[in-house]
């Protein structure tokens, strides 16, 4: 996918831009995500902020953006927040509160994986307000589950559902979850059983991944069945996905799901 600098975007867009901004004297990219086509953290006279944006022919990534502006009143506290949306001269663009942090480590004895759990503690709270209209999580199974296998995963929790280390920035005292181009509605402890497969993914063992997810009241309350229902449908799309083969290593982990609940 090709990316965009700050001075490659059209003048219409950036004028645009600084007209609430300020003047930008510098625009250091940021390589990372792949929901956007530009991304880069401006110096402006207001002070710094992060931008990001895709082309308005971008049919889908324009999509995530309208999400991200849909649900930034349910996450504040959770990710930067958002100060301003921008279409102009060909682009969609975003503009957040800027957080001088990393990426987390998801490793073992890392520091990050308790701030990540405060993070994911304080989304629990959020609730998908039904006027936003965002999707069910049961929804995105359809292919692989049943109607009544689905009825499983309703909820009214906000998910995010991509709690990948790219998006969990941690800063000195603290993380936040950024990117909600992909929420969902559904069981809370969804996130958390995400989560806790990328600790797998980063070598975290089994059992303490299991041990680490026991500290969310959601996931102690979760219905077995339902857990259940989200491994296999998870499994067998990745199947459809990437084939039998290839999604054997990852299918593996959300197995392990099963044995903590």
């Given at each position: 996918?090709?990316?965009?600098?700050?001075?490659?975007?059209?003048?219409?867009?950036?004028?645009?831009?600084?007209?609430?901004?300020?003047?930008?004297?510098?625009?250091?990219?940021?390589?990372?995500?792949?929901?956007?086509?530009?991304?880069?953290?401006?110096?402006?006279?207001?002070?710094?902020?992060?931008?990001?944006?895709?082309?308005?022919?971008?049919?889908?990534?324009?999509?995530?953006?309208?999400?991200?502006?849909?649900?930034?009143?349910?996450?504040?506290?959770?990710?930067?927040?958002?100060?301003?949306?921008?279409?102009?001269?060909?682009?969609?663009?975003?503009?957040?509160?800027?957080?001088?942090?990393?990426?987390?480590?998801?490793?073992?004895?890392?520091?990050?994986?308790?701030?990540?759990?405060?993070?994911?503690?304080?989304?629990?709270?959020?609730?998908?307000?039904?006027?936003?209209?965002?999707?069910?999580?049961?929804?995105?199974?359809?292919?692989?589950?049943?109607?009544?296998?689905?009825?499983?995963?309703?909820?009214?929790?906000?998910?995010?559902?991509?709690?990948?280390?790219?998006?969990?920035?941690?800063?000195?005292?603290?993380?936040?979850?950024?990117?909600?181009?992909?929420?969902?509605?559904?069981?809370?402890?969804?996130?958390?059983?995400?989560?806790?497969?990328?600790?797998?993914?980063?070598?975290?063992?089994?059992?303490?991944?299991?041990?680490?997810?026991?500290?969310?009241?959601?996931?102690?309350?979760?219905?077995?069945?339902?857990v259940e229902v989200f491994v296999a449908g998870t499994c067998r799309a990745w199947?459809?996905?990437?084939?039998?083969?290839?999604?054997?290593?990852?299918?593996?982990?959300?197995?392990?799901?099963?044995?903590?609940?």
């Amino acid at each position: 996918m090709e990316r965009y600098d700050w001075v490659e975007l059209p003048a219409a867009a950036r004028t645009a831009v600084e007209a609430r901004t300020g003047p930008v004297a510098s625009a250091v990219p940021v390589p990372d995500g792949i929901t956007c086509r530009m991304a880069a953290v401006l110096s402006a006279s207001s002070g710094r902020l992060f931008v990001k944006g895709v082309p308005m022919s971008d049919a889908a990534g324009c999509a995530g953006q309208a999400w991200e502006v849909a649900v930034s009143a349910c996450v504040r506290g959770v990710s930067p927040a958002l100060r301003w949306r921008v279409t102009s001269g060909g682009w969609d663009l975003l503009g957040f509160e800027y957080v001088d942090c990393r990426h987390a480590d998801l490793s073992p004895g890392s520091a990050d994986v308790s701030k990540v759990a405060e993070v994911l503690l304080a989304r629990e709270a959020a609730q998908a307000s039904l006027e936003l209209g965002v999707p069910l999580l049961a929804d995105r199974f359809a292919a692989v589950l049943t109607p009544q296998e689905r009825e499983l995963l309703h909820g009214d929790a906000l998910l995010h559902t991509d709690t990948n280390p790219h998006n969990l920035l941690v800063t000195g005292d603290r993380a936040f979850l950024v990117d909600w181009a992909m929420p969902a509605r559904g069981p809370a402890w969804v996130d958390v059983a995400y989560t806790t497969v990328r600790l797998m993914e980063a070598d975290t063992p089994p059992d303490e991944a299991l041990k680490w997810a026991s500290q969310f009241p959601s996931w102690r309350a979760a219905d077995p069945r339902a857990v259940e229902v989200f491994v296999a449908g998870t499994c067998r799309a990745w199947d459809e996905r990437v084939g039998t083969r290839a999604a054997r290593p990852s299918n593996a982990r959300f197995a392990v799901l099963l044995d903590g609940c």
